[in-house]
C-alpha cells in the first residue's frame, strides 16, 4: 500500500510499505478515506521530536471503513465508517477508567524510554514516534487500529468525511484548550496561535461562555478566518506590541484566560528590543519560548494558562517565578480524545458548527510531501490539509 514515511528532517516521502495485518485480537483495521496533516506532524517533519525511525508512516488524523476486526472486538463491524482518535487507549487502566485517555498506562509498548524521559508515559499515539509507541500513522491506505473498541466513533449519518474528520484531534484539542482554560461567562479570551488548533479553540471559547476573543498570530489568511469565522478580535504581532494590545483591550487588566496553541515552534524570543544590559539585570535568558513568556507575562492575575501547543525539549524552560507570583493556574496536556467524542458529534450533526471551515487544500496522498513543505512553510494560504488516499 501507499504511505507516507519520514526519512529525517524535511524529507517526507510516498513509498510503497506493507499493508498492516491484525497483530492482537482487539484490533480493527481501517481503509483510510480521509486523512489530515497537524501542526503536531510539523514537529517530526523539522526534526524535533526524538524517536522517529528511518521510514516510519506518519499521520494521526484519519477516518475510514472498517475492513477487519479482530476475534475480540465487540462494538466494530466490517463495513461501519469511523473516525479514529490520534490517543491510542486501553480502556480499562486507572487513567482510562478516569477518561483520561491519552494518558493511558498501557499503549505505550515503549512506557519504558518514556518514562526514562518523563518519569511516567503518556499514551501510545499514532505515528508519533518511538518514544510514544512507535506505531504505524493514517497517512496511509490502511491502518492498524489497537484497542478498536475503545476509540473510533462510528458515524452513522450521511455527513461528508471533511465535517467529522477532524473529530480525530483537532476540534477535541481545541475543545478541551478551551474547557482547560476554566472560562467562565463574560471572560476575555486570548488564543496564541490561529492555527487548525486555535481556530477550534477560539470556536469553543465562545461555547464556554466568552464576552471576549482575541486571536493573536503574525500568518494574515488564518487572522482573518480568525476574525470572519470565529469573530475574534485580532493581534499581529509583527506589527503591534502583544501586551500594549491586550492590555488596552482588557482595561488595563490583561486577558481572564490565555490559550497557547502555538508550542514549541514559536517565531521570536519574546526579547526583541530588550537591551543586554536589561536582560542581565532581569536575569532573562534568550532560550525560553516566546509564547509561555508572552503569555504569563499577559495574562491577569490569577488567572488561567491552557497549554494544548506540543512542548518537546527540556529546554522548553517556562519563567516560573512570574506565573507563581501572579497566581496563574496552568492546564495542559495531550487531548483526550475519546472523552470528547459522542458531545463533539453531535453538535456537528445538530449543525452548532462545521468543522470543514479549516480546510483550505484537499489534495491526494501523492501530493503529500509537497503539502508538508506547504503547510509548514504557510504558503498557498494553507491552513488545513486534508489527502484522500
Ligand atoms: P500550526 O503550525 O498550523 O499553527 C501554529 C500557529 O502559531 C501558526 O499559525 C503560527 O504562525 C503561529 N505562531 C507562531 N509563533 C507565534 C507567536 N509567537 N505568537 C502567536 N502565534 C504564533 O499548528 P496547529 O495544527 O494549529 O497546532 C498548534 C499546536 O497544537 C502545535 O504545537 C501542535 O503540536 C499542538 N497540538 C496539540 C494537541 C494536543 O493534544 N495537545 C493536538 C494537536 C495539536
Ligand atoms: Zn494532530
Same mark, same amino acid.
Not at 92 to 117: I, Q, R, T, V
Not at 173 to 182: H, I, V
Given at each position: 500500500?501507499?504511505?507516507?514515511?519520514? &526519512?529525517?528532517?524535511?524529507?517526507?516521502?510516498?513509498?510503497?510499505?506493507?499493508?498492516?495485518?491484525?497483530?492482537?485480537?482487539?484490533?480493527?483495521?481501517?481503509?483510510?478515506?480521509?486523512? #489530515?496533516?497537524?501542526?503536531?506532524?510539523?514537529?517530526?517533519?523539522? /526534526?524535533?521530536?526524538?524517536?522517529?525511525?528511518?521510514?516510519?508512516?506518519?499521520?494521526?488524523?484519519?477516518?475510514?471503513?472498517?475492513?477487519?476486526?479482530?476475534?475480540?472486538?465487540?462494538? %466494530?463491524?466490517?463495513?461501519?465508517?469511523?473516525?479514529?482518535?490520534?490517543?491510542?487507549?486501553?480502556?480499562?487502566?486507572? @487513567?482510562?477508567?478516569?477518561?483520561?485517555?491519552?494518558?493511558?498506562?498501557?499503549?505505550?509498548?515503549?512506557?519504558?524510554?518514556?518514562?526514562?524521559?518523563?518519569?511516567?508515559?503518556?499514551?501510545? %499515539?499514532? +505515528?508519533?514516534?518511538?518514544?510514544?509507541?512507535?506505531? !504505524?500513522?493514517?497517512? !496511509?491506505?490502511?491502518?492498524?487500529?489497537?484497542? #478498536?473498541?475503545?476509540?473510533?466513533?462510528?458515524?452513522?449519518?450521511?455527513?461528508?468525511?471533511?465535517?467529522?474528520?477532524?473529530?480525530?484531534?483537532?476540534?477535541?484539542?481545541?475543545?478541551?484548550?478551551?474547557?482547560?482554560?476554566?472560562?467562565?461567562?463574560?471572560?476575555?479570551?486570548?488564543?496564541?496561535?490561529?492555527?487548525?488548533? /486555535?481556530?477550534?479553540?477560539?470556536?469553543? #471559547?465562545?461555547?464556554?461562555? !466568552?464576552?471576549?476573543?482575541?486571536?493573536?498570530?503574525?500568518?494574515?489568511?488564518?487572522?482573518?478566518?480568525?476574525?470572519? &469565522?470565529?469573530?475574534?478580535?485580532?493581534?499581529?504581532?509583527?506589527?503591534?506590541?502583544?501586551?500594549?494590545?491586550?492590555?488596552?483591550?482588557? +482595561?488595563?487588566?490583561?486577558?481572564?484566560?490565555?490559550?497557547? !496553541?502555538?508550542?514549541?515552534?514559536? &517565531?521570536?524570543?519574546?526579547?526583541?528590543?530588550?537591551?543586554?544590559?536589561?536582560?542581565?539585570?532581569?536575569?532573562?535568558?534568550?532560550?525560553?519560548?516566546?509564547?509561555?513568556?508572552?503569555?504569563?507575562?499577559?495574562?491577569?492575575?490569577?488567572?488561567?494558562?491552557?497549554?494544548? /501547543?506540543?512542548?518537546?525539549?527540556?529546554?522548553?524552560?517556562?519563567?516560573?517565578?512570574?506565573?507563581?507570583?501572579?497566581?496563574?493556574?496552568?492546564?495542559?496536556?495531550?487531548? &483526550?480524545?475519546?472523552?470528547?467524542?459522542?458531545? %463533539?458529534?453531535?453538535?456537528?450533526?445538530? +449543525?452548532?458548527?462545521?468543522?470543514?471551515?479549516?480546510?483550505?487544500?484537499?489534495?491526494?496522498?501523492?501530493?503529500?510531501?509537497?503539502?508538508?513543505?506547504? @503547510?509548514?512553510?504557510?504558503?498557498?494560504?494553507?491552513?488545513?490539509?486534508?489527502?484522500?488516499?
Amino acid at each position: 500500500m501507499k504511505a507516507l514515511t519520514w &526519512h529525517g528532517e524535511q524529507d517526507i516521502r510516498v513509498e510503497e510499505v506493507p499493508k498492516p495485518e491484525l497483530a492482537n485480537p482487539t484490533d480493527a483495521i481501517i481503509e483510510v478515506t480521509a486523512t #489530515a496533516i497537524c501542526g503536531s506532524d510539523l514537529h517530526l517533519y523539522n /526534526g524535533y521530536m526524538p524517536g522517529m525511525r528511518e521510514g516510519d508512516v506518519l499521520g494521526h488524523e484519519p477516518m475510514g471503513e472498517v475492513v477487519e476486526v479482530g476475534r475480540d472486538v465487540e462494538t %466494530l463491524e466490517v463495513g461501519d465508517r469511523v473516525v479514529v482518535p490520534f490517543t491510542i487507549s486501553c480502556g480499562s487502566c486507572w @487513567f482510562c477508567g478516569n477518561e483520561m485517555f491519552s494518558l493511558c498506562d498501557n499503549s505505550n509498548p515503549n512506557a519504558e524510554l518514556a518514562s526514562k524521559a518523563m518519569g511516567h508515559s503518556p499514551a501510545g %499515539l499514532f +505515528g508519533f514516534s518511538h518514544l510514544l509507541g512507535g506505531y !504505524a500513522g493514517g497517512q !496511509a491506505e490502511y491502518l492498524r487500529v489497537p484497542y #478498536a473498541d475503545v476509540g473510533p466513533v462510528t458515524v452513522d449519518s450521511d455527513l461528508p468525511d471533511e465535517q467529522v474528520l477532524f473529530l480525530s484531534d483537532i476540534f477535541p484539542t481545541g475543545y478541551m484548550a478551551a474547557e482547560n482554560a476554566d472560562i467562565e461567562d463574560g471572560d476575555t479570551v486570548a488564543v496564541w496561535g490561529c492555527g487548525p488548533v /486555535g481556530q477550534f479553540a477560539i470556536q469553543s #471559547a465562545w461555547m464556554f461562555g !466568552a464576552n471576549q476573543v482575541i486571536a493573536i498570530d503574525r500568518v494574515q489568511e488564518r487572522l482573518d478566518m480568525a476574525s470572519d &469565522h470565529g469573530d475574534a478580535v485580532t493581534v499581529n504581532f509583527e506589527h503591534e506590541d502583544v501586551y500594549d494590545r491586550l492590555q488596552s483591550l482588557t +482595561g488595563g487588566r490583561g486577558p481572564d484566560r490565555c490559550i497557547d !496553541a502555538v508550542g514549541t515552534e514559536a &517565531h521570536g524570543t519574546g526579547l526583541e528590543g530588550v537591551t543586554d544590559q536589561v536582560k542581565q539585570e532581569m536575569h532573562l535568558q534568550d532560550d525560553r519560548p516566546h509564547v509561555l513568556r508572552q503569555a504569563i507575562k499577559c495574562c491577569r492575575k490569577g488567572g488561567t494558562l491552557s497549554v494544548p /501547543g506540543v512542548y518537546i525539549r527540556e529546554s522548553d524552560n517556562i519563567p516560573f517565578g512570574p506565573l507563581m507570583n501572579k497566581a496563574l493556574t496552568v492546564k495542559s496536556g495531550q487531548t &483526550h480524545v475519546q472523552h470528547y467524542l459522542d458531545p %463533539l458529534l453531535e453538535k456537528i450533526e445538530d +449543525g452548532e458548527i462545521d468543522p470543514s471551515f479549516v480546510i483550505t487544500h484537499q489534495t491526494s496522498l501523492e501530493d503529500g510531501p509537497e503539502m508538508y513543505e506547504t @503547510f509548514n512553510d504557510k504558503d498557498d494560504d494553507c491552513i488545513k490539509v486534508v489527502m484522500t488516499p
